[in-house]
């Protein structure tokens, strides 16, 4: 079994930087280095700092940049910088070395030739190119050298984008390419796409050729941007970037040249030998109005705001080559996609229609169904690869094949006729052998037609993977409008929110306790709370609590609190484990859930807190409380308590978010009891086995009356704390109000000294004090401002 501990980056741009940092965050000893600055006097040659002057800065940059590559700052220690003259022996202390230099062949191959002198033997090496064949890289090196090397090509940013190819070459040991695909899956928590060494692979392959079919479609289209944006944006299931925001995003310069490369690299690709780029594209082009990179693109943000304060962004007319301030569109396939909430629904609708914005989505479809069709065997041997690189590299809901399943075999297959693009023979044989889909699920396990045999087989690497949306077939153990409870066998049950952005209702609340009573009642050992949504939950409805409050119906405003009070500690004191499994937004309500747990098995990209304050509440299903019971169980004898208590009212007060899981820690919000999962997919199995563990020898915790609160001496200094927080201009005197509700829970009210409380006592001050916000009206009009703006107001 192969392990890695040590990394060698070499190239500290964006990409190196990134990758450097991504690595530093699953705990790897990280070495990055670049060249030595070319302009150094004869006196800086003697400093090292000098010396090392690109990659420091070019590492600080990336550390500093939004969205941040680190999970937490600290773990900026673990990159060691140097430079290729004075510390490129180092690499061969190195597990594995990892090359991100310039896209030039010649200089990557005078790295390699280095590398290959330095390197220990055994150790792996690989290239992040995004188009140069790997196999040429690798050329005139040693037979270990060539044995242990492949492609690595990560996605920008690194950290956040999900699609790792792994690109081997003849010489590549299989051995080394099944550890990337496991490794890049388990620890850096990418979906590892096989890849042949073709020009761009798979993800720049398929995308770019997209991109450009709906540039041309564009030219013929009388369609602007916005609108062709938003079809083949969320219309589609994909970013908000759309096509041309996309363009701007990635650099059109460099989209022009990957294009370029793609028609030059690939005679045999009749599609691509008929991409053209339009003239829109090549007037900003030749204007080196690149897009954001440049300040202006097919988008040009100006310096004026609107009536409601957002900066006006102007659009590119494509007709008159002018800028214009985008209008409110009439297309009526627009409009219907706004109606529906189901993506296949919303798709299936949308390539029906007959006006220009019907016509854009099926003509760019049935266009990327015959390519993909006809990318097989030539950029892969699976369907599946094509799907998975488009959802992870380019964030699409759904693959080419599986858009093609939505539409319907047959429909997509006449639409590619129509375009004027056959698709490929093995398609219309399949047709022929009787089968209409290209994926089909049987007993929970998700198949793709495979070319070779005719026949289905389970996608690789998911037969051991929980997936819910192999199980809709099978009945639910229970359900309601808000939630559905699955089987998900070995006697766990898992609870899925299926509410809007998973906001937590009655329905939620109802359902949870329904389903512990289920699980503790039946055969059950234990239940996962967990879901495959974008985000877990956003918290709390504040529809509901936003309309009770506006009403003053505070009898039944404190029922619905103490319900969710309740809920919160049903999952702490059920009879039978209870584990959350979360991933993206964790926030309010649903913080407040995974914190009752027995444990919560958290993706790494879950972004963790206790954001009530922002509508001017305090958290009230129990995270107040739980906040002051974590900060007991960290008092030690002799402890100057004060400072503890400060830092954690300070997470409250200031609604903070941790921006990762490792984050969450060092907030609070997540403890011993819990796990970090690097890879969002594995959540709900890996939630599952620590059920299973739990449910070996669980005994229900029982009910707290031993937690230590400050009283007075507390108060004292959080109200101090609240006060210092306005003084700073960081508080409204508003949030200074809700501060002190805080602060009055932690501290377990007006007590004259230190003393130990329950949690029962703590829960009801807390909602007491969350009662009585509700009748403030600046918080009733910053629940208003978000239900209206979804952000917050600072009043």
């Known amino acids: 079994m192969r392990h890695i501990k040590k990394v060698a980056v070499l190239g500290s741009g964006i990409m190196g930087s990134g990758i450097a940092c991504h690595l530093a965050n699953i705990g790897m000893e990280v070495m990055l280095l670049d060249i030595m600055p070319f302009d150094l006097s004869e006196e800086e040659r003697q400093s090292a700092q000098a010396r090392n002057r690109i990659v420091n800065e070019s590492l600080a940059k990336a550390i500093k940049s939004k969205p941040a590559p680190l999970f937490k700052k600290s773990y900026a220690n673990r990159i060691q910088t140097g430079n290729f003259e004075d510390d490129f022996d180092k690499i061969k202390t190195a597990d594995w070395t990892i090359e991100v230099v310039v896209e030039r062949l010649d200089i990557k191959q005078q790295i390699f030739e280095k590398i290959d002198r330095f390197r220990k033997k055994g150790s792996l090496v690989s290239s992040n190119t995004s188009g140069i064949p790997i196999h040429m890289m690798s050329e005139g090196r040693s037979e270990d050298f060539q044995a242990h090397f492949c492609g690595t090509h990560f996605f920008n940013p690194p950290r956040y984008l999900e699609l790792l190819e792994i690109i081997p070459t003849p010489s590549t040991r299989p051995d080394v390419t099944a550890f990337f695909m496991h490794f890049g899956d388990v620890f850096l928590g990418k979906s590892t796409v096989l890849c042949k060494d073709t020009p761009a692979f798979i993800g720049n392959r398929v995308g770019v050729y997209a991109m450009s079919k709906v540039y041309q479609l564009a030219d013929k289209l009388n369609l602007s941007i916005d609108e062709i944006d938003k079809l083949t944006g969320p219309a589609l299931g994909r970013p908000k970037t759309g096509t041309f925001r996309l363009g701007d995003l990635v650099g059109l310069d460099t989209a022009a040249k990957v294009t370029q490369g793609i028609i030059d690299n690939c005679p045999e690709d009749k599609q691509a030998q008929k991409l053209e780029l339009p003239g829109f594209f090549q007037h900003l082009i030749e204007q080196k109005h690149y897009g954001n990179k440049t300040g202006q693109g097919f988008y040009l943000a ?267 500690m049903r999952c702490r004191y059920s009879k039978i484990p209870v584990v959350a499994a979360t991933r993206g937004y964790v926030f309010g309500g649903g913080c407040e859930t995974i914190m009752h747990c027995d444990s919560a098995v958290c993706a790494a990209e879950s972004y963790i807190g206790l954001v009530e304050v922002g509508v001017g509440l305090i958290p009230g299903g129990g995270g107040t409380k739980e906040f002051a019971l974590r900060l007991s169980d960290e008092f030690q004898p002799g402890d100057v308590k004060i400072p503890s208590i400060i830092e954690r009212f300070k997470t409250i007060a200031m609604a903070t978010v941790a921006t990762s899981a490792p984050e969450a820690f060092d907030l609070g919000y997540l403890n011993g009891k819990d796990d970090v999962v690097m890879n969002v997919h594995r959540t709900i199995t890996e939630a599952k086995a620590k059920v299973l563990q739990l449910a070996a020898d669980y005994v229900p915790p029982t009910p707290r009356s031993d937690i230590l609160v400050l009283g007075r001496s507390g108060l004292a200094a959080l109200y101090t704390a609240a006060t210092s927080l306005q003084l700073g201009r960081y508080a409204s005197e508003h949030d200074v109000l809700i501060a002190k509700k805080i602060a009055w829970v932690l501290c377990g009210g007006d007590l004259s000294s230190e003393q130990k409380v329950s949690e029962s006592y703590l829960l009801d001050i807390e909602r007491e004090a969350f009662l009585s916000l509700c009748g403030e009206q600046k918080t009733l009009e910053r629940i208003q401002y978000m239900l209206e703006n979804n952000k917050p107001l600072r009043n």
């Open 302 to 568: 100006t310096d004026k705001k609107d009536e409601k304060g957002k900066r006006i962004i102007k659009s590119l007319n494509l007709k008159t080559l002018e800028y214009e301030v985008p209008v409110r569109s009439k297309l009526e396939s627009l409009s219907l996609s706004k109606q529906i909430d189901d993506d296949a629904r919303r798709i299936k609708a949308l390539f029906k229609h007959e006006d220009e914005g019907g016509q854009l989505v099926r003509s760019s479809l049935a266009s990327l169904f015959a390519y993909v069709s006809k990318r097989i065997p030539e950029i892969t041997d699976s369907l599946h690869s094509i799907d998975t690189a488009m959802k992870a590299g380019y964030a699409w809901s759904f693959g080419p094949f599986e858009y093609w399943d939505v539409i319907g075999l047959e429909a997509g297959i006449q639409a590619a006729v129509k375009e004027g693009d056959e698709v490929a023979a093995w398609v219309h044989q399949m047709v022929a052998a009787g089968h209409n889909s290209f994926y089909q699920v049987k007993d929970g396990i998700r198949s793709y037609y495979d070319l070779k045999s005719g026949s289905y087989l389970p996608v690789p690497g998911t037969t051991t993977l929980i997936n819910l949306d192999n199980l809709r077939s099978q009945a639910p153990v229970h359900k309601n409008d808000e939630i559905i409870l699955h089987d998900i066998g070995d006697g766990v049950l898992c609870l899925e929110f299926v509410s809007k952005m998973n906001a937590i209702g009655e329905g939620i609340l109802k359902g949870i306790n329904e389903s512990i009573q289920i699980a503790e009642e039946g055969d059950w050992k234990g239940i996962v709370i967990g879901n495959q949504a974008k985000n877990f939950s956003v918290g709390a409805n504040l529809m509901m609590i936003g309309m009770l409050a506006f009403q003053q119906e505070f009898d039944q405003l404190n029922l619905a609190v103490k319900l969710f009070q309740d809920t919160t």
